[in-house]
């Protein structure tokens, strides 16, 4: 589980973060959207230690992460696996390689071992045929899920990715999405994402945090974001008439499930 | 990039320190050390051949050329050409082309991987990026440059006589007894004090302006050409310190 505690961050005399708090469940897909600027991404980059906080704190599992010295912060970050955007695949390096990196740094055991749980990995993210590839080889759909492979090697406890949908067409997008899901209630990773996909917010976001302007504007599950009445969300979410109309419907679909507020508690979902 | 001198002297230094620290795992930053020394050295020889021969070519025909005089003997073009490419040519010359070759490259690589956020990705593995990326370059340099400074001298003087001797302004033995005349072991002391000092130079000053790129593509261009440059400026410097220093 990770709390952040009323965090800032600004650069010079522009305030980013204006105190933000949440909590990360374990288990649980997570999810940080929000306009271009609202402070997304660097929130997440102070969350993973890239950046460093003007005051509040961030706890790892109850540990105070900004009060922890250098190598207490390489000891979390060792639990840390991370998708980035581009998804930073080392270029000199072939799919395999990519992936066996943070095993040959960290990693004991024989080679032998270490190639086990590489093909394993890419196994999970049916990328086992192209482990000799290079990353300008692949397209980008496959450097996501190899980025993915290379986040899950070392069996980390915390999953950050940010927005592992940008670049990929519909249907790539939302068996990303689906993989990321599955392995986080395999795993019982805590898992944050930071995305501007909607399809990512409805059939992925177990735990919402809407940004605006450096705060955090709303918080909630993907079933509760239908019935939100906060302006500004629904604005961001459905922004289009066809987001509203499908809002609108699936808001019917909810309202003849008589039980769905109590579906929603037990973490059922909503029947159909 | 714009210059603020104390700005960007004081993150250098910070750069600098922040590379020592416990590795990772010791074999991966040698692997990574050997690949950087293959990288460096061997991936500069065919430029430093080229270069040093020719250097060496055109100070035997220049020094001929101004050495008119019946009463000195040809002997002493040798000797000057020897001198000229241990004390200056060999070292500072080797390492203004290197500065291009290598500088660029270092200052490249680093900058594409800040870009595609490959550094990132290695802090958050809990990789100290500084320790892993740059020191190796650093090392990888100190160990080569100065070998190549070496090649080049011996190249330079090489390609000296070979010019001498097919332009007919100078004989072998001539060349050989020039060679041998009134050799100072300080000059090459002094010419390997240089190279360590330029390799450092080039390898640090570029992997600081690689490391810190900010923004895109362009950039990377951008922080390229400054290590180049500053590389070059720097390398003169330090050629007329050590000089008036050492000499």
């Known amino acids: ?272 | 990039m714009e210059f603020r001198f104390f700005y960007h002297f004081g993150a250098y230094l910070l750069m600098l320190k922040g590379m020592f620290s416990k590795p990772e795992n010791p074999r991966m930053y040698w692997k990574q050390f050997m690949q950087q020394c293959v990288d460096i050295g061997v991936g500069s020889l065919g430029i430093v051949f080229i270069i040093s021969l020719f250097m060496g070519g055109v100070t035997t025909l220049q020094t001929a050329y101004q050495l008119v005089s019946p009463i000195i003997p040809k002997a002493t073009i040798a000797q000057i050409t020897r001198d000229t490419i241990i004390l200056e040519f060999a070292p500072t010359l080797t390492s203004i082309v290197l500065a291009g070759v290598v500088g660029s490259k270092i200052a490249s690589e680093l900058g594409n991987m800040r870009i595609s956020e490959q550094i990132d990705a290695l802090e958050i593995m809990g990789i100290n990026t500084k320790g892993y990326l740059v020191m190796p370059k650093i090392l990888g340099a100190l160990l080569t440059i100065p070998c190549l400074v070496v090649v080049a001298g011996f190249l330079g003087i090489w390609g000296g006589k070979e010019a001498g001797v097919l332009s007919g302004i100078i004989s072998n033995d001539e060349f050989i007894q020039g060679l041998r005349q009134e050799l100072k072991v300080y000059n090459i002391f002094f010419a390997l004090s240089k190279a360590y000092t330029f390799a450092f130079i080039i390898s640090s000053v570029s992997a600081y302006y690689g490391y810190n790129v900010k923004g895109g593509a362009l950039e990377i261009g951008k922080a390229s050409t400054t290590a180049v440059v500053v590389s070059c400026v720097l390398i003169l410097f330090a050629d007329y310190a050590l000089s008036a220093i050492l000499l």
């Not at chain 1, 949908?165 to 805590?190: A, C, H, R």
């Open chain 1, 1 to 272: 589980m990770i709390e952040i505690k009323d965090i800032k961050k600004g650069f010079g005399d522009k305030e980013i973060l204006k105190g933000v708090s949440a909590t990360m469940e374990s288990g649980k897909v997570n999810l940080i959207i929000g306009a271009s600027g609202s402070g997304k991404t660097v929130m997440m980059k102070c969350i993973v230690g890239l950046m460093e906080v003007d005051s509040g704190t961030i706890l790892y599992n109850q540990q105070d992460f900004t009060a922890m010295n250098a190598q207490e912060k390489k000891n979390v970050r060792q639990e840390i696996g991370m998708l980035f955007q581009g998804s930073a695949l080392f270029d000199s390096m072939t799919v395999e390689q990519n992936v066996m990196f943070p095993l040959d740094m960290f990693g004991k055991g024989s080679y032998k071992e270490k190639k086990k749980r590489v093909m394993e990995c890419l196994e999970r993210v049916n990328l086992e045929d192209a482990a000799r590839r290079f990353p300008a080889e692949i397209s980008g759909g496959m450097k996501k899920r190899v980025g993915i492979a290379r986040a899950i090697v070392l069996n980390p406890k915390y999953l950050f990715c940010d927005e592992p949908n940008s670049g990929l067409d519909p249907q790539t997008s939302l068996l990303i999405d689906k993989l990321i899901k599955e392995l986080t209630t395999e795993y019982n990773i805590t898992t944050v994402i930071n995305t501007h996909d909607m399809n990512t917010v409805m059939e992925s976001g177990d735990h919402i945090i809407y940004m605006y302007q450096g705060q955090k504007q709303w918080e909630g599950s993907n079933e509760e974001i239908i019935f939100s009445k906060d302006e500004r969300l629904n604005d961001f979410i459905f922004a289009s008439d066809f987001l509203r109309d499908a809002k609108e419907m699936r808001q019917m679909e909810m309202f003849r499930d008589k039980n769905w507020r109590d579906r929603l508690k037990s973490g059922q979902p909503p029947a159909k």
